[in-house]
């Protein structure tokens, strides 16, 4: 599928050889003893990973996408109002997946593409609520921004608004500590930070999410994302008694119960220094060689990917060089920035390795281009980051 | 995962190597021209495998009930009038969908579990129409009855109501012609006879089909379901110019291709064939014991699965003793029938050896439970028709 080339897009990424190993296991049964023991395991484990002891953890065969219309159409009822705290396209989508479930959404917009919506336009916002929910994209992958979850998380619980974390692309990656927070829903998909290939959405429910579930007045419009459904399901793996509703994606649960159990291993707080750490040396890289970055500010910027503007005279076919140099990076994703700028991840078993060999791939195809600049620069700023 | 015991359940089954060492090649980027190249097989060879030149396939992250979902979410308006004909708890779960959409739905049960609904009473009901769409389950996975579709597809096209096929557990091991048969829609999913780990809803939709999708006067209520976010993108594989909605399960998608490949070496006229004949002798050897089994004739049984009443004397504490033998097969799954029933997969790789060792291994948990019987006549009983 894939010779040497390195995987640097904003997921799916490089993956471990154990999961990858574990990918091609031959399938057992979806109720067999073992596979309930590891699915069961992956539940609790996946509670410690977003720091939710008393959370309600599902795994269900889909994208990331799935998971968030598992939260709106299970937290949404037709007439409820929800705010989208917008800081690019995923917030964007969450605006159309609310509004399939009958929310009246608000926006709220930064003054630019690259910036977060500020505290106090929230809180004002807040103010002319009731709103049910609050939509927070911890790290939006179109535009590289991270959003203060913990900020925005306390507003929720002052004005008694649930607060539903998009994940995707920072869950493993980025520090998020759901319960101590007040986060009520965090939702993720499996090939970012989480390191396993695509295939899985990923919700974790706290209480107060449950408990508005559970007092709903109406059914729930999806029949797929209900958790009337899966709750039974997911109970019952982590009671390692399975029934069943629809089949677990297998093979894909165990490769999440593998990565997992790596993670874990690692430590949270190790992994998101290890993101913190090879994020800013690969930013250090690619702003010593006249690069400018989408986020406004590097306190704003995410540390599972980078999304940078291409110089003045270089354009979208700088990709195309980079793949020659043995490199996968991702175009932009956002409408208002166009072509204009490209997208690095380095999140999941991301190394330093590969940090360095991303910029030298970009360095590369940067001299290639007739790009003016110091040729080894970039891996110079970034190797004192990375030494120091 | 699981040792060298056989997986004989309707789904997972047993894969082949090839298809397993495919889930575990380094996963490339969603948009990668080589993945393009993939999945876009992969799509023209769906439209192969369920005959249906000009039909528009959809393989999105999911399980079969998402499949179902759907079926349901892109045709059903509400208020449209459905008929389901009721073949097990598949056919059940159709309805539960159905409504969820808002369509009201007449339901055809037939005399006895085991049974279908006659064809007679099929066009009674749709004479009482007009129905929008009719729901058929090819194979259901719970009794094990196989259905007619042919037959009832006709009486679809004679009341102009679409016709949906549940194939879950009938697609690439029971004939089906979807053209030719004027079926409207044909799902299914990826762990039955497709040959994949579970991780695939898969549908095709043909013409009219996608013209009702088209004629809609109300949204789809799902947003993961909707085809206005699919069809593009399955446009898009098929020209191999990638475009993104919802990030594709690239491994199971690169092990779905080589799966088809496979299938469509093999030719699929030889795999329905060697699905009825290893049925034949796998039914032959259970009836040779005094086995009854749950359809009511062996025209109305599947040939991907057997289900068959636990002997008098004998109870559902039979499946640890077969697993125990080395052979993993499922218990029951209709409310009518309780525990007094078991379920054996053969689809997809299944070999006459799987089917020996299967018997084998019932055989000598049936002679550990005290049934008494001579044994081996199971196994002498369908050794006479796989060499005859």
Not at 49 to 72: D, H, K, N, W, Y
Not at 157 to 182: F, H, I, N, P, Q
Not at 233 to 252: D, K
Request: glycine share 10%.
């Amino acid at each position: 599928m894939k010779d040497r080339r390195l995987l640097m897009i904003p997921g799916p990424v490089e993956f471990t050889p154990e999961v990858l190993q574990a990918m091609s296991l031959p399938t057992t049964s979806h109720l067999a003893a073992n596979f309930a023991e590891v699915f069961g395991q992956a539940l609790e484990r996946l509670r410690e990973v977003v720091r939710a002891p008393g959370g309600q953890p599902f795994v269900v065969a889909g994208s990331g996408t799935l998971a968030m219309e598992i939260a709106a159409a299970n937290l949404i009822e037709p007439g409820d109002r929800a705010l989208v705290v917008n800081t690019g396209f995923f917030s964007e989508r969450f605006v159309s997946i609310l509004e399939r479930y009958g929310a009246e959404v608000t926006v709220l917009t930064p003054p630019v593409v690259g910036d977060t919506p500020p505290p106090e336009a929230v809180e004002e916002a807040l103010k002319k609520g009731p709103f049910k929910l609050m939509t927070v994209t911890q790290v939006d992958t179109s535009t590289g921004v991270l959003t203060d979850v913990r900020t925005l998380a306390l507003l929720g619980r002052k004005y008694e608004t649930l607060v539903v974390v998009d994940g995707v692309c920072s869950v493993a990656g980025e520090e998020l500590w759901m319960e101590e927070w007040d986060v009520d829903l965090t939702l993720t998909a499996s090939q970012k930070a989480i390191g396993v290939p695509p295939g899985l959405a990923i919700v974790v429910a706290g209480a107060r999410a449950m408990e508005a579930f559970r007092k709903r007045k109406t059914p729930v419009r999806s029949y797929y994302a209900d958790w009337a459904n899966w709750l039974p399901v997911m109970e019952s793996y982590e009671a390692r008694r399975p029934i069943y509703f629809g089949t677990p994606p297998v093979n894909l649960v165990w490769a999440l119960n593998v990565s997992l159990g790596q993670m874990l291993a690692e430590g949270l707080e190790n992994r998101w220094a290890r993101h913190r750490h090879l994020s800013a040396a690969f930013k250090a890289g690619l702003t010593a060689i006249g690069l400018k970055l989408v986020p406004v500010s590097l306190q704003k910027a995410a540390h599972t990917l980078t999304t940078a503007y291409y110089p003045e005279g270089i354009d979208a076919r700088l990709l195309g060089l980079i793949l020659e140099a043995g490199v996968i990076v991702a175009s932009g994703r956002h409408s208002a920035l166009g072509d204009r700028y490209f997208r690095v991840g380095h999140m999941g078993a991301v190394t330093a390795s590969d940090i360095l060999a991303t910029l030298g791939a970009i360095e590369w195809a940067l001299a290639r281009s007739g790009y003016p600049f110091d040729v080894g620069a970039g891996l110079a700023a970034a190797e004192r980051v990375l030494a120091g």
